[in-house]
């Protein structure tokens, strides 16, 4: 009898050190997604278009020029119609766009070389504020439970999940998933969610979760003050 209220008394401890433990790593990762938010409300959001640079040029080299040109006019009205869905229905932040071919000069912060352009397909031409920090939207797949590797110069790489759907999701600038409290995907996998209210809904989200954070703010200034 007294070794089974032992036992129901260690059960008793180690959930509640869990629930703390657990309590206490949501806090700190709000904290963080609050900072992201506020950050990204001042900066920019940029937005990954498909380019297939490397499956065009497998097919010239078959040579398969009829179908490379099928597919290159494909990507480029796909890429239109992000475009458009961004400069009709986002407010939240700035916004510019870049092609898969542009990523690795992206991530590795060579912002010189990277090209960017705006909703009216006009090349960037001052970058200099991307050394302030963005974020990264592209149609893609939203990965559950993903599995995150650092190299020893402290960059970050996504290399697995448990399971994926499509949708519209946002990354760091490691290209990196973002975790919930912060809204980083819309998931448009029922094939009836256009591009347009993928859009129009993540810059709901957004807003809401940015009303969220001033709030916050707002709250802990009154308590100081107190």
């Known amino acids: 009898m007294k070794n089974m209220k032992t036992l129901k008394t260690t059960i ?7 629930s703390i433990t657990k309590c206490t790593n949501y806090k700190a990762l709000r904290v963080d997604c609050f ?29 398969e020029y009829g179908t490379a040109e099928i597919l290159r006019l494909k990507i480029i009205e796909e890429n239109q119609k992000t475009i458009n869905a961004f400069k009709e229905n986002y407010h939240f932040s700035k916004v510019y766009f870049f092609e898969t071919s542009e990523a690795h000069n992206l991530k590795y912060q060579k912002f010189d070389q990277v ?12 970058k200099s504020y991307l050394k302030d920090g963005y974020l990264v939207a592209t149609f893609g797949q939203v990965v559950q439970d ?30 990196v998933q973002l975790k919930k409290p912060f809204p ?12 347009e209210e993928a859009v129009t809904r993540l810059d709901s989200n957004f807003e809401l979760f940015y009303f969220k954070y001033e709030r916050k703010k707002l709250k802990m200034k009154y308590l100081k003050t107190d």
């Open 12 to 18: 008793l401890s180690l959930l509640l050190l869990f």
């Open 35 to 63: 900072d992201q938010i506020e950050m990204f409300k001042n900066n920019t959001l940029l937005v990954r278009l498909n380019s297939a640079e490397n499956k065009i040029k497998a097919l010239q080299q078959i040579p």
């Open 115 to 126: 090209k960017l352009s705006d909703v009216n397909n006009v090349e960037v031409t001052d």
């Open 146 to 175: 993903p599995l995150i590797y650092e190299d020893n110069k402290n960059t970050r790489y996504q290399v697995a999940g448990t399971n994926s759907l499509p949708g519209l999701v946002i990354l760091d600038r490691d290209y």
């Open 184 to 195: 980083f995907r819309v998931l448009t996998d029922d094939n009836e969610t256009s591009k």
